[in-house]
């Protein structure tokens, strides 16, 4: 009997949210109850953290236990079966876009495994700005780019001294934050794949590259507020945010207050 393959974004349990850009697509799944799920495969490469619950993965007759927070990478198209544990379980499931992965020239492991921890501490961190409602397109990117030097099986080269592509990518974002930006649009821009000007980056600055572009757009936000002249919803825009909802989430992530209540410390002080 063939596997039957799951299409993109597609599982057998409950998706209960969805954040997606041209790279790669995020899904929190839920399996309310002990299940055990037949055999089936994936079209797309995908990553999988256990959020709760417990849950083990047989492929090729290995069994993976997953551990609470633990990160397996699934290649594409490769069949295996999985059981739930009795309380059910809550995963978060990111899919790779192939073609995205084929223009980077990156090229995934062929087998199933769990990753190292720091990789879970990265998967760990989108969960919490996607829950938040604070995840940004290139934060996501960011994390993929970290993700797939780890199942690639290929280590960026760790650099001595301060590179210039890395001064040219920082200068960049000074000057175009305004703009959509992505992962791989900059890496191209200053000469370095993206898996590389990732895991540099987090690297050198104790970030993901999507954190510090956030970072920025908030600081620009700032500024344009203590100016005057322009409404909130001009100030998310020209700053580089997607739309004011998400800018007022990620603002008081980053500030502490709302935009709103930030722009009443100029009338105070």
Not at 78 to 93: K, N
Not at 124 to 143: K, M, N, P, Q, Y
Not at 222 to 243: P, T, W, Y
């Amino acid at each position: 009997m063939t596997a039957r393959c799951l299409e993109a974004g597609c599982y057998y349990g409950a998706v209960r949210g969805v954040f997606s850009t041209p790279l790669a697509r995020l899904s929190c799944v839920r399996h309310d109850r002990a299940r055990a799920l037949p055999e089936h495969d994936h079209a797309l490469a995908y990553f999988c953290m256990l959020l709760e619950g417990s849950y083990t993965e047989t492929v090729a007759r290995r069994a993976l236990d997953y551990a609470p927070y633990q990160v397996g990478f699934h290649p594409a198209r490769m069949p295996h079966r999985d059981a739930v544990g009795e309380d059910g379980a809550r995963f978060l499931c990111l899919e790779v876009e192939a073609p995205a992965l084929e223009a980077a020239g990156v090229r995934l492991r062929p087998d199933t495994a769990l990753l190292p921890g720091d990789m879970s501490v990265a998967l760990a961190r989108v969960h919490r700005a996607f829950a938040g409602g604070t995840l940004s397109d290139i934060e996501l990117e960011g994390a993929v780019w970290e993700l797939c030097a780890d199942a690639s099986g290929e280590r960026a080269a760790v650099e001595r001294g301060a590179p210039r592509w890395l001064r040219e990518c920082l200068a960049i974002i000074e000057a175009e934050h305004g703009e959509p930006l992505t992962v791989a649009s900059l890496a191209r821009r200053v000469g370095v794949h993206p898996v590389h000007a990732s895991r540099e980056f987090r690297r050198r600055h104790g970030q993901a590259l999507g954190e510090y572009v956030n970072k920025v757009r908030v600081r620009s936000a700032c500024a344009r507020i203590s100016r005057g002249g322009a409404s909130l919803s001009e100030v998310a825009h020209a700053s580089g945010f997607a739309d004011h909802a998400h800018f007022c989430r990620v603002f008081k992530s980053a500030v502490g207050c709302t935009p709103s209540e930030f722009a009443l410390l100029r009338y105070s002080m």
